[in-house]
T-cell receptor
Framework: RKEVEQDPGPFNVPEGATVAFNCTYS??????FFWYRQDCRKEPKLLMS???SGNEDGRFTAQLNRASQYISLLIRDSKLSDSATYLC??????????????FGSGTQLTVLP | EAGVTQFPSHSVIEKGQTVTLRCDPI?????LYWYRRVMGKEIKFLLH????????ESGMPNNRFLAERTGGTYSTLKVQPAELEDSGVYFC?????????????FGPGTRLTVL
C-alpha cells in the first residue's frame, strides 16, 4: 500500500466549475500536510499547508481529518491557469529528526474553456 | 531572492558511466534535500543535509549513489556506475529550518536518461 494515496484523475472540468481532490495517508505519525502544485515538466511548488481546523486561501480550501487520515482540496471557480498536477504531500519525522516529504502520485486537473 | 538552482537541466549517459548532479540551495538555507521521480512513480525522498552533515540518507537506493555538501553550500549527487533504472528526474529542495512553517522550495530538477 502506498503511504499517500490519491486519485490520479485526470479531472477535466469546465471553467468556473468546483472540483475536489481527496487524499489518504497511512502513517499516523505524520505531522504536517501540504498540497503542492506541479506544472508540466516543472518543479513542485507549495500551494498551501493544511491545518486541522481547515484553511482557505482565496478559491482554495484545504481540510484535514486526522482520525480518518484524510486530506482534501477544494478549488472553486476554476480558472484555465489552475490546470496542473496537484500533489498531496505529508511530512513525518524521518531518521535523525529530518523532515522527509512523502508525495502522492498526483491528481491531474485540466480546466477547459 | 534567487531560487534553488540545479545543473545540468538534462543529462543523457550510457549505462556504466558516471554522472554528477549539482544543486545550489537558496542562500541562507541550511537544509538541503534530494528527491527523485522515476517514470510512472511518485516523487521519493533520497536524503537530507543540515549544513554539511548528512542528517538522513534513508532514501538512498544503493551505494552507487553518493551525495556531498562540502562547506555546507552547494551539493552534488554522483551516480557511479549509472544503471537503466536510475533514469528519472532528480529534484533538489532547500529550507531555512525544520519547523513546520519552513517550506521546502524545489529546484527545476535534472532529467537523467540512462541508455
Amino acid at each position: 500500500r502506498k503511504e499517500v494515496e490519491q486519485d490520479p484523475g485526470p479531472f477535466n472540468v469546465p471553467e468556473g466549475a468546483t472540483v475536489a481532490f481527496n487524499c489518504t495517508y497511512s502513517n499516523s505519525a505524520s505531522q504536517s500536510f501540504f498540497w503542492y502544485r506541479q506544472d508540466c515538466r516543472k518543479e513542485p511548488k507549495l500551494l498551501m499547508s493544511v491545518y486541522s481546523s481547515g484553511n482557505e486561501d482565496g478559491r482554495f480550501t484545504a481540510q484535514l481529518n486526522r482520525a480518518s487520515q484524510y486530506i482534501s482540496l477544494l478549488i472553486r471557480d476554476s480558472k484555465l491557469s489552475d490546470s496542473a498536477t496537484y500533489l498531496c504531500v505529508v511530512n513525518a519525522l524521518g531518521a535523525g529528526s529530518a523532515r522527509q516529504l512523502t508525495f502522492g502520485s498526483g491528481t491531474q486537473l485540466t480546466v477547459l474553456p | 531572492e534567487a531560487g534553488v538552482t540545479q545543473f545540468p537541466s538534462h543529462s543523457v549517459i550510457e549505462k556504466g558511466q558516471t554522472v554528477t548532479l549539482r544543486c545550489d540551495p537558496i542562500s541562507g538555507h541550511d537544509n538541503l534535500y534530494w528527491y527523485r521521480r522515476v517514470m510512472g512513480k511518485e516523487i521519493k525522498f533520497l536524503l537530507h543535509f543540515v549544513k554539511e552533515s548528512k542528517q538522513d540518507e534513508s532514501g538512498m537506493p544503493n551505494n552507487r549513489f553518493l551525495a556531498e555538501r562540502t562547506g555546507g553550500t552547494y551539493s552534488t549527487l554522483k551516480v557511479q556506475p549509472a544503471e537503466l533504472e536510475d533514469s528519472g528526474v532528480y529534484f533538489c529542495a532547500s529550507s531555512r529550518g525544520l519547523a513546520v512553517q519552513d517550506t521546502q522550495y524545489f529546484g527545476p530538477g535534472t532529467r537523467l536518461t540512462v541508455l
